[in-house]
């Protein structure tokens, strides 16, 4: 299976900055709907997004709504609340959602974090499916290897391949093709259930009937053992629950930097505004306003009349606080165009955003001295930013 680090998308999402305008195509609003071919990549945030046309690249998208229903040519990377593709992907599909459908064909591996998951009679996965979820339904045909983890697991269909699967309950129908390992609280095993290669199993009732699902030869053995590999692959399937859960952090905060940097592109530019060069005085400023605010908003809701302003302050604080990366990132993005003399259009600027987004969020990762520099790097962009608000020219925003 094809694997892509974060470091490798980061520095994908920072490389992209130096293509030419056209090959970036983002799409903002509270609905987007793609009814044309488009040329090159889709960076698309909405609160609904349809895609009905090809798309002849790569589609990143944050939504509480995604419905594919044409041929996206390369991957298809979302965070999403609802998923539902319909047409075909021509490489890989990479989703983190609430309830995801995939009834098209995928013609590289799918990889899903997700609280419900189907996947549809018709349809074919013709690389490796790996999925960690509530609740996991597999009715089509998946071509390589198959990795399911889920509190309950349902396979109706076909694996060309080996397979493994780890559930709270599993029932399985289908055909395997390959060596199976399964562990679950409890298999159930259905009148289509059949084994051409050996499978090992535990549930934690004991032993099970195989007797009419083994074909050719193949043999069932029970593994005690699986017991405490169920249990490492519970912890292999939450860091990779961790890194769904980064993935749809950094799709949502680049669906901010989007809205940020369309509706509010002028203060940014101004919060941007020698910073390299003041870092330490923004710095200072971003501590205040870290510090200070909390207490203000107190004094403020101790007065009673100053209990809507003060509401209205914490609001914004906390605002400011969830969306600190994504904040610093678009504040860094205007930062580095003006001190290196750059002339971004208004996509690039975008991306170099998104790119420095990702590094800010990776930077966090490393103990103790990533998050020392990530909270100087928040402290210096909201600096930028409370200077802007107090500078605030008469035409505003």
Not at 17 to 42: F, H, K, W, Y
Not at 78 to 97: A, H, K, M, Q, T
Not at 109 to 115: A, E, P
Request: charged share 15%.
């Amino acid at each position: 299976m094809k694997t892509i680090s974060f470091w490798t998308g980061a520095a994908l999402l920072l490389f992209a900055i130096a293509l030419p305008a056209q090959s970036a195509n983002i799409l903002t609003g509270e609905s987007v709907r793609i009814a044309q071919p488009v040329d090159g990549n889709v960076y698309a945030g909405a609160g609904e997004i349809t895609i009905d046309a090809v798309v002849n690249g790569d589609v990143t998208a944050g939504a509480g709504e995604l419905r594919v229903s044409d041929t996206i040519r390369r991957d298809l990377i979302v965070g999403g609340g609802r998923v539902r593709v319909d047409g075909v992907i021509g490489e890989d599909l990479r989703c983190g959602g609430g309830e995801v459908t995939l009834l098209g064909n995928v013609l590289g591996d799918v990889v899903v974090g997700c609280g419900q998951l189907e996947i549809g009679r018709d349809a074919v996965i013709y690389g490796d499916l790996v999925v960690g979820g509530g609740k996991v339904r597999v009715y089509g045909r998946v071509m390589g290897s198959v990795i399911l983890a889920g509190g309950e697991v349902g396979f109706e269909g076909t694996a060309e391949k080996d397979a493994e699967i780890r559930g709270g309950d599993v029932r399985l129908d289908g055909v395997f093709r390959g060596p199976c390992k399964i562990a679950a609280e409890t298999i159930e095993l259905g009148a289509g259930a059949a084994f051409y290669q050996p499978v090992r199993y535990w549930q934690k009732a004991g032993e099970l009937d195989f007797t009419g699902h083994l074909r050719e030869g193949a043999t069932a053995a029970f593994d005690t053992g699986l017991r405490q590999d169920m249990r490492q692959t519970e912890w292999q399937y939450f860091s990779r629950g961790l890194s769904v859960f980064f993935l749809f952090r950094l799709l949502a905060g680049s669906v901010l930097i989007v809205t940020l940097l369309l509706l509010f592109e002028r203060f940014f530019r101004r919060a941007g505004e020698g910073l390299p060069a003041q870092w330490l005085h923004r710095f200072g400023m971003g501590m205040l306003y870290l510090i200070g605010l909390p207490v203000a908003v107190i004094f403020l809701f101790i007065s009673v009349i100053g209990i809507p302003v003060g509401l209205f302050a914490l609001f914004f604080y906390l605002f400011s606080l969830l969306f600190a990366p994504s904040l610093s990132a678009a504040v860094a993005a205007n930062a580095v165009e003006q001190y290196q003399g750059y002339t971004w259009n208004r996509g690039q600027r975008i991306l170099a955003a998104m790119g420095l987004l990702a590094a800010v969020h990776l930077l966090s990762w490393i103990p103790f001295i990533g998050v020392l520099l990530t909270l100087v790097v928040i402290g210096i962009a909201l600096g930028g930013i409370a200077k802007a608000l107090v500078t605030r020219p008469a035409e505003g925003f």
